[in-house]
Nanobody, 124 residues
């Protein structure tokens, strides 16, 4: 059973930065695709970023809405996934979730394990 625990959310003004963390079970980061998703009130869950496992060279992919502002990375030694968010905008306000899945990509339904979420609020 893969367990994921997010942290690092909070309130920030537009233009500011936050770094989200997702602590994962041992060896999860190497052998799973890890993704970040978000869900704003009244909206559907949205893909944010993904980082592939060791077999795919750890390649990263981003939603167009965050490309150039967000960076996904992982520290295998710490079993931790990160999402560095810069130049935040009010429309980035949402609950952010990390997820793990084998062979997953941008579709949240392809992920098997989810964290509890962390709130990010960006004020104008």
């Amino acid at each position: 059973q893969v367990q994921l625990v997010e942290s690092g959310g909070g309130a920030v003004q537009a233009g500011g930065s936050l770094r989200l963390s997702c602590a994962a079970s041992e060896r999860t980061l190497n052998f799973y695709v890890m993704g970040w998703f978000r869900q704003a009130p009244g909206k559907e869950r949205e893909f944010v970023a993904t980082i592939k496992g060791i077999w795919s060279g750890g390649r990263t992919f981003y939603a167009d809405s965050v490309k150039g502002r967000f960076t996904v990375s992982k520290d295998n030694a710490k079993n931790t996934l990160y999402l560095q968010m810069s130049n935040l905008k009010p429309e980035d306000t949402a609950v952010y979730y990390c997820a793990a899945g084998r062979g997953a990509d941008r579709d949240g339904d392809e992920y098997d394990y989810w964290g509890q979420g962390t709130q990010v609020t960006v004020s104008s």
